[in-house]
């Protein structure tokens, strides 16, 4: 590569770098300010509901995963790290280690020591991913242990053998499920990574994903030679508008209020096909 280049190539990725430094510290303090006057600043650390939070002690790592955020992708690097290939699942918890299994010694002592961070995506594009991925794909496990019960309650004489969940339908359940068990798929950001009770290093996001991980591994590689997984482009944006547009306003603002508090923490506007007229 000719000098010119390559002096080029290395002052456009500085850029990129100080770019991504630049937005994560705007998120940071996207989300400082929400807990702020959330007035949840002080917010303690429940040990018990750290059970997203996968914990590598050889390289002093924490990742809250999120499902249908790269989760399978970051699983997989995360478990690259020792340099062995695993012959069991990736979503298999055998896999990994995770924050809630240790003392609370050792829990405050990684929180303050180790790398923390997590992924996000625009919490409405995420749960109708998880729609599109669990429901409208005809996946047995989870029409069993949900879309069976979904059809009984809020599809009077529909048959509940049927893998044919509506969204409006799923939408119905997520909304009614109150204190019950939230699978997940789609619970909040919020209940899952407890980002008032924990400083996340860095929050990076689907949208950006290839960019932002590359930004994460390099510091990584210091001490583990890992890449991020090709990534493809999702379809679910282009579906947002379709999906959402046929759910009642009645039912869109229950939704938000689910959701909501998880959009304007990360900093994400909502989807036009939701917003009020």
Sequence with gaps: MHESNI?????????????????????????????????RNDEAVNVKKLSNII???????????????????WKTVIRSLDGAETKLWIHDPKNFKFLHVYPRNDVDRMLKTYFKFVFVREPLE????????????????FHNAYGRSIIKRYRPGGNPEHKNVTFDEFLNFVINIGN???????????????????????????????????????????????SFPHVRPSSTPSKVSLYYSQISRERLDRVLQIFSGDSEMFGYDLPRSVRVS
């Design 55 to 73: 914990v590598h002690e050889k390289l002093k790592i924490l990742f809250c995963y999120i499902p249908k955020v790269s989760c399978t992708q």
């Design 7 to 39: 002096l080029c190539f290395f002052f456009q990725n500085e850029t990129k770098v100080e770019s991504i430094q630049a937005l994560n510290l705007e998120r940071q303090a996207t989300i400082r300010d929400f807990c702020r006057r959330k007035n």
């Design 180 to 226: 019950s068990y939230w699978n997940e798929h789609w619970q909040t950001y919020d209940k899952l990574c407890h980002p008032c009770a924990i400083q996340y290093d860095f929050i990076g996001r689907f949208e950006n994903l290839e960019e932002e991980a590359s930004f994460v591994l390099s510091g990584i590689k210091r001490k583990s030679n890992v």
């Design 126 to 141: 995420r749960l109708l991913s998880a729609y599109l991925d669990k429901f409208h794909s005809g996946d047995s496990a």
